[in-house]
């Protein structure tokens, strides 16, 4: 799939949303994707996570990890292209966590796969932890990327790259014009 076209998918779907939004991070944007209305769609789904399959197939990972909960659909479809498990992690007291019995081991060449990204704060936990349970990362794969050039120190692959404005709340120009922020993620923080 080419950017045009996940775009088009975007916008159909209503995932490109205008308005004043909270970021899981804690920045304001006056744009959030809500990728979730396209990827509960099965065979859209299917095509978007065989897509960025295909950007890593050649790194050869053995395992794909997805941090719950936005990162379990389009992780699913990417490990079933590659013919690999998909583990996920969650949140628990603060920090990213495999539980379940879900395993990484310093065996594995792990790609990370989640919905979108705009500081990289959360794909840089998942990325530690996998690295700290003596796994190699092999890239970071996402739907929308719309961070503008953050590093995590490895490759990053995604569908889409979304130019959005985004702001520390003291410099929020949306809440200096009265407006108040919803957080539709989901990760919801108090800030």
Not at 93 to 98: D, R
Request: glycine share 10%; hydrophobic share 40%; charged share 20%.
């Amino acid at each position: 799939m080419n950017s045009t076209e996940v775009h088009a998918l975007l916008e159909e779907y209503g995932a490109i949303q205008h308005g004043h939004f909270l970021l899981s991070g804690g920045l304001h944007s006056d744009t959030f994707v809500q990728t979730a209305l396209v990827t509960c769609h099965p065979g859209i789904a299917e095509r978007l996570g065989h897509g960025l399959g295909e950007r890593f197939a050649s790194s050869d990972p053995t395992i794909v990890l997805a941090p719950a909960v936005a990162g379990l659909i389009i992780g699913h479809e990417v490990a079933r292209y590659l013919n690999v498990p998909m583990v996920f992690c969650e949140r628990v007291e603060g920090a990213m966590t495999l539980r379940r019995g879900f395993e990484i081991s310093a065996d594995d060449r792990v790609l990370v796969v989640d919905n979108a990204m705009t500081d990289g704060g959360s794909k840089r936990e998942v990325v530690e932890m996998a690295q700290s349970l003596g796994a190699v990362v092999v890239g970071v794969a996402m739907i929308v990327d719309r961070s503008s050039g953050v590093s995590l120190g490895v490759p990053l692959g995604s569908l889409i790259a979304l130019d959005t404005k985004e702001w520390k709340p003291e410099d929020c120009p949306l809440c200096a014009d009265g407006s108040a922020p919803v957080s539709p993620g989901s990760r919801h923080l108090a800030r």
